[in-house]
């Protein structure tokens, strides 16, 4: 009896692991997440801005706008736009144009939601809703990177 239960225990762990597991047919490198994975970390793309927002090289983080990566992409012009609203920076006529055209993209980013969901959203989804959830964590995300500085 205790063989077969210590068996069934086996079976419905490796069942949820399935399961509930994210998919690995996604493009890690496009995917923004705040706290993904076992150890709750963050992914490439939030780790690459955060550290040129703690070093304040605000002018990598415009040239970022141009990446061929749409997570990319949507962190930088947000972040860009945040610092604007700051007084931080300011944007050029070129650069101005090149955050409207990204905003009409259709490039998909994936976000993840936890360790079962994963959502896309094209570029032009997340800039014409506020409300979704991902507009407003980044704010408070390029707060808090804005208060501490980098360790790097």
């Not at 304040?56 to 997570?71: E, G, R, T, V, Y």
Request: net charge positive.
């Amino acid at each position: 009896m205790r063989i077969q239960n210590i068996f069934l225990c086996w079976i419905l762990f490796v069942l949820s692991v399935t399961v509930f597991a994210q998919s690995t047919n996604y493009d890690w490198n496009n995917m923004i997440g705040f706290a993904c994975f076992k150890n709750a970390r963050t992914t490439i793309s939030v780790r690459h801005i955060e550290v040129l927002i703690k070093q304040k090289d605000f002018d990598s983080i415009k040239i970022l706008m141009n990446s061929p990566i749409p997570a990319i992409k949507y962190l930088s012009v947000k972040t860009c736009e945040i610092l604007e609203r700051k007084g931080m920076i300011q944007f050029s006529t070129v650069e101005r144009e090149v955050v409207n055209e990204i905003k009409k993209s259709k490039g998909i980013i994936y976000v993840c939601s936890g360790c079962t969901e994963i959502e896309s959203y094209t570029l032009v989804q997340l800039f014409a809703d506020n409300s979704i959830s991902l507009n407003k964590v980044v704010v408070d995300w390029v707060d808090e990177c804005l208060k501490n500085k980098s360790t790097h």
